[in-house]
């Protein structure tokens, strides 16, 4: 389950470890959120990790480039993706 404490403290070390082993010097990663209602994002960054509700800038294809609030109970998987479909879809720490 993802909560506060993993989008705080556990996603950045992760996505490092990660872009270490997959991607090319100095590149970084996407990384994908599925949500429950079937809907995919790229996070490009996390704006906020509240107590119930997770603040996110966002890539879609359909919308480029937005902010979503999203309960954490509604996030079903993280994916890290090597090469974004497009470099706006890259994650920024």
Do not use: W
């Amino acid at each position: 389950m993802f909560d506060r404490q993993f989008f705080e403290g556990k996603l950045q070390p992760a996505v490092k470890e990660f872009a270490a082993k997959h991607c090319k010097k100095e590149a970084s990663p996407s990384v994908e959120v599925l949500l429950r209602d079937g809907a995919t994002y790229y996070i490009k960054k996390v704006i906020k990790a509240g107590e119930r509700l997770l603040f996110l800038l966002v890539y879609s294809e359909k919308a480029r480039v937005s902010e979503i609030t999203v309960p954490y109970g509604e996030i079903v998987r993280l994916n890290f993706v090597e090469t974004p479909p497009r470099p706006e879809a890259r994650y920024e720490p």
